[in-house]
């Protein structure tokens, strides 16, 4: 879901969205069983689709500061203040919109009018009614390549997830934060929106649980890159105790604030153990030389960051504990892999 593309939306591809909101219904409605992983799955579906079918809720941006950067790329954490309930490690099935400058920079077609609206999971496409500077700026895809741009052939906008690093109530209100990467070679779309927001502006977005979350219980192995850490960060910030993290940051240079923070952990003894990993090494060769030692009494393993390093730590991790041990560790909750 987090890689969802649509393009234009005829009568046709609406239509369609009817008939695989059906099938996801059906899915639904299925009795949970299985293994552990199943019976939560189901569970987690079934809640997804009830949040997905309501209004989104707003947030306010508090404040935006820098975690890390590099030379061609930089990640920030956002702090959102909303009224809508969250919990450490959630995620933020966020509304982004194209900047400004984005849509200064190409020749657009819109018109005001009655239009399909973009299809998501559970909610399937409707008549609604657009406004020019809506269409332009909340509904195409401006970052998409190719111009000229009408509604009849550009890409949708579609949400995106961001896992909430960390939580805090203050007065009733909840203060979510979301950790957010920018590559200079990136087009301009969520992520170059969320960059480029400030205090007091507004967003919205869709509370859910995360099926792939850092356990809060007993002691285990955590190994991330770049924001794929948000969990990692949420657990910790709960007072999660006894994490190995193995982070991946590229050529980026940690913020002083982030790395007072990350040695407050290590002092408090919930990081048991942290390896900072930086170009030209990879987090796979850290692994390989600390993972068989770390692993002994780990109650659970995560894995966060982009699909090449989840797919060389899923072989690596194979190869120590063999494909069936990973198997049943995977059905029992204990082998987590959000890439």
């Known amino acids: 879901m987090t890689r969802l593309r649509v393009g234009p939306v005829s009568t046709r591809r609406a239509l369609f969205s009817h008939m695989e909101d059906a099938v996801r219904a059906a899915l639904v409605a299925r009795p949970a069983r299985g293994t552990v992983r199943d019976v939560a799955f189901r569970r987690y579906l079934r809640k997804v689709r009830a949040i997905m079918r309501s209004d989104p809720a707003h947030f306010e941006v508090i404040e935006s500061r820098l975690l890390a950067r590099g030379h061609t790329s930089s990640i920030i954490e956002l702090t959102l203040r909303t009224d809508a309930a ?6 933020l099935h966020l509304l982004w919109r194209n900047t400004p400058e984005r849509i200064a920079q190409v020749h657009a077609e819109a018109a005001d009018g009655t239009y399909w609206s973009t299809p998501i999971p559970h909610r399937p496409s409707r008549r609604q009614h657009y406004s020019a500077e809506t269409l332009l700026a909340e509904v195409i895809d401006l970052g998409a390549p190719g111009e000229p741009v009408t509604l009849d052939t550009a890409a949708r906008i579609t949400p995106r997830f961001f896992t909430v690093s960390g939580l805090e109530v203050v007065e009733g209100r909840s203060l979510v934060r979301i950790q957010v990467t920018l590559a200079d070679a990136w087009p301009s779309r969520a992520s170059a929106f969320l960059h480029s927001l400030q205090p007091g502006d507004e967003l919205a977005a869709r509370v859910l649980p995360h099926p792939h979350r850092v356990p809060l219980g007993g002691g285990g192995i955590a190994v991330a890159t770049g924001s794929g850490a948000a969990s990692v960060f949420a657990a910790l910030r709960a007072g999660a105790a006894d994490i190995r993290l193995f982070w991946g940051v590229g050529n980026k240079r940690l913020e002083p604030w982030v790395v007072d923070e990350l040695h407050t952990h290590t002092e408090s003894g919930r990081l048991a153990e942290l390896t900072i990993v930086r170009s030209p090494d990879r987090v ?5 030389t600390k993972l068989a030692r770390a692993h002994v009494g780990a109650d659970w393993i995560y894995v966060s960051g982009n699909e090449d ?11 120590l504990f063999g494909a069936d041990t990973l198997r049943a560790m995977s059905n029992e909750l204990r082998y987590i892999v959000s890439t």
Do not use: I, N
């Open 284 to 288: 796979t060769g850290a692994l390989a």
């Open 86 to 91: 969250a919990e450490p490690g959630d995620m």
């Open 309 to 319: 390093m989840g797919r060389d730590v899923d072989a690596l991790l194979s190869g």
